[in-house]
Nanobody, 120 residues
């Protein structure tokens, strides 16, 4: 059994910062790609940022220069540092990880989501 547990969402004023964390736990052999997605009401889920096991990252154009994704392979965690937040960043944020179990089967896992609300 594998779980992704997120923390760090909340309400912040425009221009403020939030830090989202996600920890993977359970029957894990290795964690490959990790990412953050978001979904605003009435919109499709979109990729915010992703990072490979080797630390190669990419960010959506809408968050470049404001958000930074990082990970700690020893702790199986991924962090999204969000600065200069805008009302348009308001959404439910979801952690994603591609995880290989001890049977060497690679599966996709999602966190339960954490709400980020940015007030103007």
């Amino acid at each position: 059994q594998v779980q992704l547990v997120e923390s760090g969402g909340g309400l912040v004023q425009a221009g403020g910062s939030l830090r989202l964390s996600c920890a993977a736990s359970g029957s894990i052999f290795s964690v490959d790609a990790m990412a953050w997605y978001r979904q605003a009401p009435g919109k499709e889920r979109e990729l915010v940022a992703r990072i490979t096991r080797r630390g190669v990252s990419e960010h959506a154009d809408s968050v470049k220069g404001r958000f930074t994704i990082s990970r700690d392979n020893a702790k199986n965690t991924v962090v999204l540092q969000m600065n200069s937040l805008k009302p348009g960043d308001t959404a439910a944020y979801y952690c994603y990880a591609a995880i290989k179990d001890w049977n060497f089967v690679l599966r996709d896992y999602w966190g339960q989501g954490t709400q980020v609300t940015v007030s103007s």
